[in-house]
């Protein structure tokens, strides 16, 4: 595993993170999520990003379960939607209270990297959010304060205000715009950057020929972007199998190439699944006369 520095922050992480959005499914029992995460940290991954929404609170306990307040590995969190309205609500008092909701069912003293979860611009406008990251840090409850994004003005006006040391950005080689508009003025100002969605939802694994594969799978959540995202995978499987190991794999590298990010955070559900992402970390992504490559096919989209 080869790690990066998470902006400015200090913090060091592994390029290939876990993403615990399937984290305690009820299909397995917990003693199969709990031995993933041990098998995470074993393999080398240090940043694990979770959410109070994903499961409602499930995520969090079995990540507290599995890895408590050890210090050698950082936490992602993120404070969301309210669960029985849908609506999106990021006042200070109601932020501090979730986020000591999430510290009891993580079972530690402090998040290394607490998010709000998809506002959007104007969400974020409405709100004296700030305040409470603030607040949290000069408690001890957090360490970072972040944003997990959806739109590219969303993250030039945090960065140019000052507001987040990590953003999440939804990148990949079918989802680029946000991140190309986004990274270079992350880089500038030292804003740290996580991957979400390296793969596509899967789409990016060869493995969908058609939206009807998708069944029971997160990626029939793309609705109608399906159909083009698996035909434009398609277009760039030929060059995936000219390099070294999985389309996944490649895949993940092109995610860690851009130098402005330092972690891609792919889910996994299966031991075989978390080794072949690990095994995608070589300190550098893709070279690039191949990422040119890439961006040919992409321009004929």
């Keep these: 595993m080869h790690y990066r520095l998470l902006g400015r922050t200090g913090a060091q992480v592994s390029e290939i993170g876990m993403g615990c959005n399937r984290l305690g499914e009820k299909a397995e029992p917990d003693s199969h999520w709990i031995d993933l995460v041990h098998k995470a940290v074993d393999l080398g991954i240090t940043v694990f990003d979770t959410a109070e929404a994903y499961g409602w609170g499930r995520s969090e306990e079995i990540l507290g379960q599995a890895i408590g307040n050890r210090d050698d590995v950082l936490i992602a969190s993120k404070v969301s939607r309210v669960r029985e309205s849908n609506v999106k609500e990021w006042s200070p008092a109601r932020i501090i209270a979730h986020a000591e909701e999430s510290l009891r069912r993580l ?60 953003l999440q950005v939804d990148y990949s080689m079918l989802t680029t715009e946000v991140g190309d508009a986004v990274f270079p003025l992350a880089e500038k100002h030292g804003v740290g950057i996580l991957i979400r969605m390296p ?28 159909d083009p995202m698996i035909e434009h995978a398609r277009t760039l499987s030929p060059l995936a199998e000219q390099h070294d190991g999985t389309f996944g794999q490649f895949a993940l590298r092109y ?27 070589n300190g550098r992504g893709l070279d690039d006369d191949i990422l040119t490559q890439i961006a040919a096919i992409q321009a004929t989209w």
């Design 107 to 166: 079972r530690r003293e402090t998040i290394d990297i607490y998010q709000l979860h998809s506002p959007s611009l104007d969400d974020m406008q409405r709100f004296d959010w700030p305040e409470a990251m603030q607040t949290l840090k000069a408690q001890g409850k957090i360490r970072f304060a972040g944003v997990s994004i959806n739109d590219a003005a969303s993250g030039r006006w945090l960065i140019e205000n000052g507001l987040a040391e990590v």
């Design 199 to 226: 793969m596509a939802r899967g789409v990016l694994t060869g493995k969908f020929m058609a939206k009807d594969d998708t069944q029971g799978h997160r990626a029939s959540l793309l609705g109608d972007k399906l």
């Design 255 to 281: 995610a860690i190439s851009p130098g402005a990010v330092s972690a891609a955070i792919p889910g996994a559900r299966t031991v075989e699944q978390l080794t072949q992402n690990v095994a995608a970390s």
